[in-house]
């Protein structure tokens, strides 16, 4: 349990205050009776002045909650009792299921996944884990994992069902090995495989389950897995269920004539690539993308890169899109990195690679960290047109295979405006032509900050443009983000992009964003720190040109100049 305020999180220590706090929060918004909370946080038979060394905590409580500008009204008393007052803005808990909910009346399956999808990015690490109480620890934790539990099957019902096979494997793997007797992730599990070819993978897991429950349960799988171990010794065809049914058993379509013996089963194509919504601008980079990509001889190769937030993957997805049809094989890809910006291994990330199939390929590698991570990907995809993202330039990529390099700059002023129109809405935008001006100069023209600002703007339909570019204005870094996603959050995103550096080059950045306030950033930094800088995607040019810092990168380097210094000076000495 913690405490979000500003750029800070206060972890709460374990303590009789922090399992009250804890028995409240699990039952936002409702009258929670004295003697339930006497046994959260005492556990065994309550002393006699429990009571009273119950209000002692509500009261530490309050100022706990004042000191960090929450309302001391936020827990009320009433007779039996007490009530702690909380919304999507205040409570992880509340907004988990808020998603939830709104995913179940999604107008379709895309929408559904996003929300589902928005409602895990809220769950970080272990719930209550700082929380003392065996009671809340016994009956608590698991009902909230099993809430976890229930959207993320879903989750992967909806990948399944669009045919998302490979993207989904990463979350299967993890979740079948920590839940082996929970057979629906085992289900997936195997059905991922085998459509993606991998027959003899999808046998072993469905072995390594049956085992483990005839040896610890004695009993046999259930009555989904046992389906799908006929339906691949059959070589038979799997149907991925429609997403309104996609928490029933598998089905199994009526397929081909079996397969020799040992054959494998071709990967399924995934569905048609949706376009990116408001997509806007880079009209010169998808022509020149997409001419590389359908050309018949010649490499088909081709690396964007650029800052973090600059619109690399948009791009990847939008260029996908609008060349789908040139891959009759399917358009496949493979995230390389996971959300907290730590790079998937090579090992896994070939494990996940599409095999062989009929008809042309695209492959997309989506937020490479570096030439090590791909080189060993290309012999895999030597028979498709590769698509990789990356921050850095991937020189050794293309040195040994040919291709070319997008190097993507911010958006024109025209395309921000577009982009912004596009999400907002083209009405609202064209009403304040210059404040959207000032509010895409605000964002720095990037379109990870435009997309955040518009996403404000679509919360708060009586806000004006003018009013919201002059509340980001007052602090960008900070206030460019959206809490329910760490992927919209420029201090969240530049933060991971700097704290991957070493500490001699993320000292280097801050320095280039002191200096470019006076004019040359560049002044008294080696070549060699500012090329390093560039390749990471912090800096732009060099050679024969000078260097550049953009707007937002160097705004953001003053902003965790600042609230660092702020934070050391408020330490404990």
């Known amino acids: 349990m913690s405490i979000a305020h500003g750029p800070e999180t206060v972890v709460l220590k374990p303590s009789k205050p922090t399992s009250l706090l804890a028995a409240l929060l699990l039952h936002p918004n409702t009258v929670v009776s004295t003697t339930y909370l006497l046994r959260a946080v005492w556990d065994e038979e309550p002393p006699a002045t429990a009571r009273a060394a119950l209000q002692t905590c509500v009261l530490r409580l309050r100022r706990l ?20 007052h909380c919304d999507t803005e205040t409570l992880d808990l509340v907004q988990f299921r808020a998603l939830a909910a709104r995913a179940g009346s999604a107008g379709g399956p895309g929408e559904e996944l996003y929300r589902l999808r928005e409602a895990l990015t809220l769950w970080q690490g272990q719930p209550l884990a700082n929380v003392a109480s065996r009671m809340l620890q016994d009956d608590a934790v698991p009902a909230l994992e099993q809430e976890r539990l229930r959207v993320l099957e879903r989750v992967c019902d909806l990948e399944l069902a669009a045919g998302n096979c490979h993207q989904v494997l990463v979350d299967l793997y993890e979740s079948a090995r920590r839940h082996p007797v929970r057979e629906r992730f085992t289900e997936q599990l195997v059905e991922a495989l085998y459509r993606t070819g991998r027959q003899a993978e999808a046998l072993a897991e469905y072995r390594t389950v049956r085992d483990r429950l005839r040896d610890e349960l004695g009993i046999d799988p259930g009555p989904g897995l046992r389906r799908l171990e006929l339906a691949i010794l059959r070589a038979e065809e799997l149907a991925p269920a429609p997403p309104e049914s996609a928490h029933a058993a598998v089905a199994v379509a009526a397929g081909p004539a079996a397969l020799p013996a040992g054959a494998s089963v071709p990967a399924r194509p995934p569905r048609a690539v949706p376009p990116v919504p408001a997509f806007a ?127 993507l700059d911010v958006l024109r002023s025209a395309e921000a405006y577009a982009l912004l129109a596009g999400l907002v809405g083209a009405e609202r935008i064209a009403a304040e032509p210059a404040a959207t001006r000032e509010l895409a100069r605000v964002c720095g023209h990037f379109p990870l900050a435009l997309r955040i600002a518009a996403g404000r703007l679509l919360t708060r339909p009586g806000l004006s443009v003018a009013d919201c ?10 206030r460019l983000a959206l809490a329910e996603d760490a992927g919209l959050s420029v201090p969240e995103v530049l933060g991971q992009a700097l704290d991957a550096l070493t500490p001699a080059l993320r000292e280097a950045f801050l320095r280039l964003g002191e ?8 002044a008294g930094e080696s070549e ?18 000078p260097y550049r810092l953009h707007d937002l990168l160097r705004i953001y380097a003053r902003w965790r100049v600042r609230t660092h210094e702020a934070a050391a000076t408020a330490a404990p000495r």
Do not use: C, N
Not at 65 to 84: C, D, H, L, N, Q
Not at 351 to 365: H, K, N, W
Not at 367 to 396: F, I, N
């Open 528 to 545: 060699s720190v500012l090329e390093q800088l560039v390749e990471a995607g912090l800096l732009e040019d060099g050679p024969p040109g």
């Open 281 to 407: 601008g880079r009209d010169a980079d998808r022509r020149a993308m997409a001419a590389r990509l359908t050309a018949g001889d010649g490499p088909r190769l081709v690396v964007v890169s650029g800052a973090p937030g600059i619109g690399k993957s948009a791009l990847a997805r939008q260029t996908a899109h609008e060349v789908q049809e040139a891959f009759p094989g399917g358009v496949f890809t493979l995230q390389l990195a996971r959300p907290d910006g730590t790079p998937v291994a090579v090992e896994e990330a070939a494990r996940l690679m599409p095999e062989s199939a009929p008809g042309r390929r695209l492959i997309v590698l989506d937020g490479a960290a570096g030439a090590w991570q791909v080189l060993p990907l290309l012999p895999v995809a030597e028979d498709a047109a590769v698509l990789v993202t990356s921050r850095r330039q991937l020189a050794a990529v293309v040195a040994t295979h040919g291709g070319a390099v997008h190097r």
């Open 65 to 84: 909650f004042a000191k960090y500008g929450i309302s001391a009204t936020t827990i009320e008393a009433v007779p039996g009792g007490y009530r702690m």
């Open 515 to 522: 200096r470019a306030e006076a004019g040359d950033p560049a």
């Open 469 to 478: 570019a002059a509340w980001l204005a007052e602090d960008p870094p900070a």
